[in-house]
């Protein structure tokens, strides 16, 4: 079976008409950047059994520092998202 010339040019034209064979203008759309903020933990109070005055006064101490400490943590993803916003 034997193929019109007419026919082979017009697949040919058809094919060399299409984007893929030829160069696109960059995109004007800008890059996408993801940035992702650490996922807060949650907090843990250290466990305790105070059997005197002075244990009770190391314990509220060591929970005010759990606290400060989980703090921080939650103001440090807090910030991380505010700036990931602008």
Same mark, same amino acid.
């Given at each position: 079976?034997? /193929?019109?010339?007419? &026919?082979?040019?017009? /697949?040919? +034209?058809?094919?060399?008409?299409? @984007? #893929?064979? !030829?160069? !696109? &203008? *960059?995109?004007?759309? *800008? *890059?996408? /950047?993801?940035? !992702?903020? #650490?996922? @807060?933990? @949650?907090?843990?109070? @250290? #466990? #305790?059994? *105070?059997? +005197?005055?002075? %244990?009770?006064?190391?314990?509220? =101490? %060591? /929970?005010? $520092? &759990?606290?400060?400490?989980? +703090?921080?943590?939650? =103001?440090?993803?807090?910030?991380?998202?505010? $700036?990931?916003?602008?």
């Amino acid at each position: 079976m034997k /193929t019109a010339l007419s &026919a082979s040019g017009l /697949t040919l +034209a058809c094919l060399m008409s299409l @984007p #893929a064979c !030829t160069n !696109t &203008a *960059p995109s004007l759309a *800008p *890059p996408v /950047t993801v940035t !992702t903020c #650490a996922i @807060p933990e @949650p907090c843990v109070l @250290p #466990a #305790a059994r *105070p059997k +005197a005055n002075g %244990d009770l006064r190391r314990q509220l =101490d %060591d /929970t005010l $520092e &759990a606290w400060g400490l989980c +703090a921080a943590r939650v =103001d440090r993803v807090i910030e991380c998202l505010g $700036e990931n916003q602008q």
